[in-house]
């Protein structure tokens, strides 16, 4: 499945590709200017990507806490002493 795959990713980055070079060489603006935009547009989805990442990771962390429950707290009212572990009674 993989193999038939790999082919047809070659070929769409490849069009892309070509479809940005086209453009570029049509484009009615200078070269400086569309690398401009280029430069620039790439930093705007490099944030956007990174302040998402931030988000998802706060998200997946307040998740866990909210759905795990603390087990330091959980355990603190359990009476165990050093006999009761290593003879495995409580």
Known sequence: MASKTIP???VAAGAFLGGVA???LVSPQSGRDNREMIR????DM???VAQQGRK???D????????????????????L???DVLTGKA
């Not at 620039?40 to 930093?43: Q, T, Y």
């Open 8 to 10: 047809y990713l070659v």
């Open 22 to 24: 086209l453009g570029m």
């Open 40 to 43: 620039r547009k790439s930093n």
């Open 46 to 48: 490099a944030n956007y």
């Open 56 to 58: 998802v990771k706060a």
């Open 60 to 79: 997946v962390s307040n998740e866990m806490k909210r759905n795990f429950p603390d087990l330091y707290a959980a355990t603190t009212d359990i009476e």
């Open 81 to 83: 002493d050093e006999n």
